[in-house]
């Protein structure tokens, strides 16, 4: 599985911006897309995750802000982030595998810098 990832930029705190990574390769065993984020001198965190049938999970500091979202056929999983808060800095990682609670094929890295 390949995954391209792009959206990240620079944007001042309130602002939005929207992450989109695409999928390729094999799907046989995907379910779940979705985010990740790492600040500098943080653990890696949740951020969204949707199954193909809807489901979604938000990591605690993002719901109400952001909001996850996929197109199957396209085997692609957008992330539109509002109200962005300097705290939301980060490098951003699309990741896909078979269950909504578990990480699995990692993407590269889009950074998410977030000015006040």
């Known amino acids: 599985v390949q995954l391209q990832a792009s959206g990240g930029g620079s944007v001042q705190a309130g602002g939005s911006l929207t992450l989109s990574c695409a999928a390729s390769g094999n799907f046989f065993s995907i379910n779940a897309m979705g985010w990740y984020r790492q600040a500098p001198g943080k653990e890696r965190e949740l951020v969204a995750r949707?199954?193909?049938?809807?489901?979604?999970k938000y990591g605690d500091s993002v719901k109400g802000r952001f909001t996850i979202s996929r197109d199957n056929a396209k085997a692609t999983v957008y992330l539109q982030m509002n109200s962005l808060k300097p705290e939301d800095t980060a490098v951003y990682y699309c990741n896909v595998g078979s269950d909504l609670m578990i990480p699995g094929y990692w993407g590269q890295g889009t950074l998410v810098t977030v000015s006040s």
């Open positions: 949707i199954t193909s049938d809807g489901r979604t």
